[in-house]
């Protein structure tokens, strides 16, 4: 029995790692055992009127309502639930200091558009010097992003759209953030951590990060005067958007590995404040992904690979800015295309039991080979296992 | 016996007295030494006495011993081997090349060596200093003066000073007759390795990470000692062991002797004024240089701005000349447009080095440990003084590159000699297949973070000539694809990607006694 593969994109990282196991590439109406799908192909495949039923040999790489994390609005929405609920119970987790929550300030301050427009007014009113950042609640690459640093600026922008406030809005919400204006900044410049997070599983959570990961930097020294408020090459890091600037380079493409962002701050900072910072990233992918495990849908057939933005600040302190249910596998330098091949490599190393042949009836605890570069962050299973052994980054009362 | 000895180190005691008195970093110290002795806890009664014991207590003592130690490293005589004359001329020969070669590439595209900026250059130059990634100027139909290649060639060509022997073939550097060390030489120098004593490297597989968390704990809290001993010896002596990612700039710092003082900074701002103030032809050409390199990898495209500042100033300081022990032949321009005499004469570059494609990559990988862009100048500028530029120069010193490539090419032969056989076979010099890694020591070929275990144990022995050694340990772990090739093009594939080597771990396993 071969093992079949279904794929919607045309990447050479997927149909090469997936030739190379000796796996057969099929269309998506035979039978399958692997599917690396679109999302749209998603959303019908687990819809209610398409009727399809998967059966126990058949994996694919999107939850069905991925979106929960995906979409800005709905990921800030869970986090907020998440450390309300928390608080409830009076778990130290959700502890508050200064208004703020000591252990679970991983995102800015957000609100989203239209709901929360009074809440976001007030407290724009607290610090009416600031910036704060506007992005459409279900779009990518960058798109239709901007900065304001005047309420007046909103205003102006809404008017400015076709149609009144309220109706605009309803039709593409928006989410408005308080902008990290003190980046943390090597050779002048901006940039962000995209970092890969795969999950097969939300209850139990099984997550696991890719040990390898990239900074994508600006090609235009950081100036957060107003004057280049609008220059998108200096603020917004997507390579989508860097690739046209005059500077972009595509060799480089703008993209330094995580290992040696970690060797430049651990020489110039030092290891505990860098070790700090590592640790802080994983900690908020958990508790992101917590976040949301109330609500996705559980599937057995399901597993994802997630790109984190994170943005770092001149105190070292991480920012979780959006999570990506299907980051980008398009290589743009020849590390970029090695990164994200061994990726795929591990992702099906992972997913695929022992055996050889995808099955759902698995326990889903892969070995420490099959794991390649990518370390175990948390395993609920192992967790209720072995007491205190098995997953090596759960201890809830790290650092106060 | 006894006598002469203490004769000798008298002569020493005296005439680093007498270099002291100049030297700036010794001045500062005797002014601290002076605030001290105003101090109560110095006695006039009991001077000698209670002066030392307060220098110890304020780690001024230290201060002095590291500065003898900085002298002795700096100053001692160079070793003489009885052909240096013969070296000296090949060398002087190569000078007079790049200098015609420059003076051709002027006329070429109609430029001067040399000449004043006018205030618009000079304003734009100062506002764009923060980032000269994006200062605007033509260096297209520039090209680098010599690459590894040529310098290659050089090399080959140098006729023994000694007769040779009609049977040996012409290419083989075994025709020099320096002395280099073998495998059972360098053994004994690199005494860590070679024993098996555990080494703080980068955590390979070989460690659990477990174990890998205890030996760099270990090495952090010893390192800590170390620093705060503020002894330069003996922070030489902890690095043969690794040094943890976090210590390494300090570490390295207190060996050199280049910690900055307040003056150092007024002496960068010369330097830069120099910059603003004349355009030298040689800029083009480090410009260029960083455009072809650090621009373009993926390690170093982010620290593109520091370079230029570093390597432009690195050009302007006439101390490098001074300190460069191998002498190099240097050119004196008049300023275009004025006349010929003592103030409008400069030594063209000051620094006397003219830097070849890659020179850039010698002062990319301090970027990692240094964000002061002063703090880094001194340190790229010893280091460089100290080794770096024994890798572009002919000469007869242990530490150059000609013996590097001798004891590079005894040791292949010795251990590898079917790779040997292979390369000769297919008509390819075997130097010329590590000549970019030995004349760069690696950089830009090594990831960063191996690259700086490297670049510990030159630091910690003292000595270049593990370069070779790891050339030659390369080329043994990869024997079996490279048997498989036979074009230098395909060879060269086989090599380009040194991203899996574990230095520490592949340097071991071939020092560790059998």
Same mark, same amino acid.
């Given at each position: 029995?071969?093992?079949?593969? #279904? ?5 050479? !990282?997927?149909?090469?790692? #997936? ?6 590439? !099929? ?14 192909? #998603? ?8 009727? @399809? ?36 119970? %009076? ?23 239209? *709901? ?41 922008? &809404? ?47 099984? *997550? ?6 990239? #900074?994508?930097?600006?090609? !235009? ?11 998108? @090459? ?10 046209? %600037?005059? /500077? ?8 330094? &590995? ?11 900072? %030092? ?50 800015? /959006? ?25 099906? &190393? ?16 892969? &070995? ?21 052994? %098995?997953?090596? @980054? ?7 | ?9 008298? $002569? ?39 002066? =030392? ?39 002087? $020969? ?91 030489? =360098? ?76 003056? $150092? ?73 004025? +006349? ?28 990692? =440990? ?79 973070? +191996? ?64």
């Amino acid at each position: 029995m071969r093992v079949t593969f #279904c794929t919607d994109l045309d990447k050479s !990282v997927v149909v090469a790692n #997936c030739e190379k196991r000796g796996w057969i590439q !099929v269309g998506p109406e035979d039978d399958w055992n692997i599917y690396w799908a679109g999302t749209q192909t #998603c959303r019908s495949l687990f819809s209610v009127d398409s009727g @399809y039923r998967m059966h126990d040999n058949q994996l694919i790489n999107h939850f069905p309502n991925h979106y929960e994390i995906s979409r800005k609005d709905l990921l800030v929405k869970n986090i907020k639930r998440y450390r309300r609920d928390l608080e409830k119970e %009076g778990n130290m987790l959700a502890e508050r200091g200064d208004s703020k929550y000591l252990h679970l300030d991983f995102i800015p301050v957000t609100f989203v558009l239209p *709901a929360d427009y009074n809440m976001f007014v007030e407290e724009y009113r607290k610090a009416p010097q600031s910036t704060w950042i506007m992005k459409p609640c279900g779009r990518s690459q960058g798109s239709g992003i901007f900065l304001i640093n005047k309420l007046s600026k909103l205003k102006r922008w &809404s008017r400015e759209s076709k149609g009144p406030f309220q109706q605009q809005l309803t039709r593409e919400s928006y989410v408005i953030s308080k902008y990290i204006d003190n980046p943390l900044l090597i050779g002048g410049k901006k940039f962000d951590l995209r970092l890969y997070v795969l999950v097969t599983s939300f209850r139990p959570l099984k *997550a696991y990060q890719f040990r390898m990961g990239f #900074c994508r930097f600006c090609t !235009v020294k950081y100036d957060s005067s107003v004057a280049e408020l609008d220059n998108m @090459y200096v603020h917004l890091t997507n390579v989508s958007v860097q690739k046209h %600037g005059g /500077e972009y380079n595509s060799l480089h493409g703008g993209k330094l &590995s995580v290992q040696n962002l970690r060797l430049h701050l651990e020489s110039t900072r %030092g290891k505990q404040v860098t070790e700090k910072l590592f640790d802080q990233i994983s900690w908020l992918i958990i508790h992101s992904l917590k976040a949301v495990a109330p609500v996705i849908a559980t599937d057995r057939h399901c597993f994802e690979c997630y790109g984190y933005d994170i943005i770092i600040d001149n105190k070292l302190k991480p920012w979780l800015i /959006e999570v990506n249910a299907s980051p980008s596998l398009t290589s743009t330098t020849a590390n970029d295309r090695i990164l994200k091949h061994k990726l795929m490599d591990n992702i099906f &190393s992972i997913i695929v039991p022992p055996s050889g042949m995808p099955d759902v009836r698995w326990n889903k605890i892969p &070995s420490q080979e099959a794991l390649g570069d990518f370390q175990l962050l948390i395993d609920e299973d192992l967790i209720h296992l072995h007491e205190g052994e %098995g997953s090596n @980054y759960l201890k809830q009362n790290r650092w106060k | 016996m006894e006598d002469i000895k203490d004769k000798s180190i008298h $002569h020493t005691a005296i005439k680093i007295c007498e270099d002291f008195k100049t030297s700036p970093s010794y001045q500062a110290l005797f002014q601290d030494i002076q605030k001290l002795v105003s101090t109560p806890s110095v006695k006039y009664e009991d001077f000698k006495d209670s002066l =030392l014991k307060a220098m110890k207590d304020n780690g001024l003592d230290a201060s002095l011993r590291n500065n003898v130690y900085h002298w002795m490293k700096t100053k001692k005589k160079e070793i003489g081997s009885p052909h240096d004359t013969f070296f000296r001329k090949a060398q002087i $020969h190569w000078d007079k090349r790049i200098h015609k070669s420059l003076n051709s590439m002027c006329t070429e595209l109609g430029i001067n060596l040399a000449k004043i900026r006018t205030v618009s250059e000079r304003e734009e130059l100062a506002g764009k200093w923060g980032e000269l990634s994006n200062y605007e100027v033509d260096i297209h139909k520039y090209r680098p003066v010599y690459a590894p290649k040529d310098f290659f060639e050089v090399l080959l060509n140098l006729k023994g000073p000694t007769t040779r022997n009609k049977g040996s073939p012409k290419w083989e550097f075994a025709q020099m007759p320096l002395k280099v060390k073998n495998l059972a030489d =360098l053994r004994c120098l690199y005494l860590e390795l070679s024993r098996g004593e555990q080494i703080l490297g980068v955590n390979s597989s070989l460690f659990s990470s477990r174990q890998y968390s205890a030996l760099e704990a270990e090495r952090m809290i010893l390192g800590d000692k170390v620093l705060i001993k503020n002894y330069a010896p003996m922070a030489q002596e902890f690095l043969k062991k690794g040094c943890p990612n976090s210590l390494r700039a300090k570490i390295w710092t207190l060996i050199l002797g280049a910690e900055v003082k307040p003056y $150092h900074y007024g002496y960068f701002e010369s330097l830069k004024d120099s910059v603003l103030q004349y355009d030298l032809m040689i800029d083009k050409l480090i410009i260029k240089d960083i455009n072809l390199t650090a621009s373009n990898d993926d390690q170093y495209f982010v620290f593109e701005d520091v370079l230029y500042q570093v390597l432009l100033c690195f050009s302007r300081d006439g101390e490098i000349l001074k300190d460069l022990s191998t002498q190099p032949g240097f050119m004196q321009v008049v300023i275009k447009g004025k +006349q010929s005499n003592t103030e409008n004469n400069i030594i063209f570059p000051p620094s006397g080095v003219i830097p070849f494609h890659g020179f850039t990559m010698y002062a990319a990988p301090f970027c990692y =440990l240094y964000d002061d862009p002063v703090q880094l100048y001194f340190v790229f500028r010893t280091f460089y003084i100290r080794y770096f530029h024994r890798l572009h120069r002919v000469c007869g010193n242990p530490q150059g590159v000609v013996s590097l490539c001798l004891q590079y090419e005894k040791m292949l032969q010795c251990f590898e000699p079917g790779l040997w056989h292979h390369f000769r076979k297919c008509q390819i010099h075997p130097v010329r297949v590590v000549i970019k890694w030995i004349m760069r020591a690696f950089s830009g070929h090594l990831p960063p973070e +191996q690259l700086l275990n490297l670049w510990d144990l030159i630091l910690a022995y003292d000595s270049l000539e593990i370069i070779p050694l790891l050339a030659v340990d390369i080329l043994v772990f990869r024997k079996d694809n490279l048997l498989k090739v036979n074009t230098l093009q395909n060879i060269e594939a086989v090599l380009a990607d040194l991203s899996s080597i574990s230095v520490i771990p592949l340097l071991q396993m071939s020092l560790l006694k059998e």
